[in-house]
């Protein structure tokens, strides 16, 4: 699967909320309200991303989930990484 142009990209994030463009992922921040449903995300996003064979890059700030997705196989962001932001998206829906 071929890394996406950023005028592809730009093109799909109109399809995912919140999500922006930084150099080679696609990334978002997600707050909780303490650390332990932040923890319960991420473990869910875990799981997710196991299924998927496609592991996002993730930071804990207490109560804040960071996300970055990319393909690093092919050196940018793909439709994988779409496709899993849109997981992710659900998973914090029912949060």
Do not use: C
């Not at 093109?11 to 319960?40: C, E, N």
């Not at 970055?68 to 962001?77: C, D, I, K, P, R």
């Amino acid at each position: 699967m071929a890394a996406l142009s950023k005028q592809e990209i730009q093109q799909k994030l109109k399809a995912v909320h919140d999500w922006s463009h930084q150099g080679k992922s696609i990334h978002k921040r997600y707050t909780f309200k303490s650390f332990m449903p932040a923890i319960a995300f991420v473990n869910k996003i875990a799981e997710a991303a196991e299924k998927a064979n496609h592991h996002p890059d993730i930071t804990i700030t207490y109560n804040v989930v960071s996300i970055a997705l990319s393909t690093h196989s092919e050196g940018g962001v793909t439709e994988r990484d779409f496709d899993l932001a849109k997981q992710i998206d659900q998973i914090a829906a029912s949060s």
